[in-house]
Nanobody
């Protein structure tokens, strides 16, 4: 059973930065795609950023130019660097991975709170 564990969330002032980490229990090269999603209170979960096995990133329009997704194979970890945070970025952030069998795996989530 593959596991994803997020960390790095917290409280930050608007304009600040945070880096989220998602550690996988096995090689991240095994996944077709990995990504970050978020869910704000009373809103649906939405995609924030994804990265393919080949290293191609995509971003939601709302975070382009502010967030960067990256990965470190040696640590089986995917990161989300977040800069110029806004109160609208407040949400629980979830790590996601699609396996070669096209199964979705989710982490438990980490809360990011941006104060104005």
């Amino acid at each position: 059973q593959v596991q994803l564990v997020e960390s790095g969330g917290g409280l930050v002032q608007a304009g600040g930065s945070l880096r989220l980490s998602c550690a996988a229990s096995r090689s991240i090269f095994a996944f077709n795609v990995m990504g970050w999603y978020r869910q704000a209170p009373e809103k649906q979960r939405e995609v924030v950023a994804t990265i393919t096995r080949g290293g191609v990133p995509t971003y939601a329009d709302s975070v382009k130019g502010r967030f960067t997704i990256s990965r470190e194979f040696a640590k089986n970890t995917v990161y989300l660097q977040m800069k110029s945070l806004e109160p609208e970025d407040t949400a629980v952030y979830y790590c996601n991975a699609e396996t070669r069998e096209k199964l979705d795996v989710w982490g438990q989530g980490t809360l990011v709170t941006v104060s104005s």
